[in-house]
């Protein structure tokens, strides 16, 4: 069915394909959540200190 090199060739793709689905599936779940989360957080706290230098002054 399939040469050598083919075979080679296809283990590779499938491979890089499952390496691929693993690291959206990583960055899906994980690291844009985190990042949206940090920057709330971050944008709620600059406005906090915004607020409170106002009413400081």
């Known amino acids: 069915m399939f040469e ?14 499952t ?9 899906l779940t994980f690291v844009v959540p985190y990042w949206l989360i940090g920057n709330l957080r971050e944008m709620f706290k600059e406005r906090r200190e915004a607020r409170r230098a106002e009413l400081e002054e």
């Open 19 to 27: 390496i691929g689905f693993w690291l959206m599936i990583f960055l």
């Open 4 to 17: 050598f090199d083919q075979y080679l060739g296809f283990l590779a793709f499938l491979t890089i394909l």
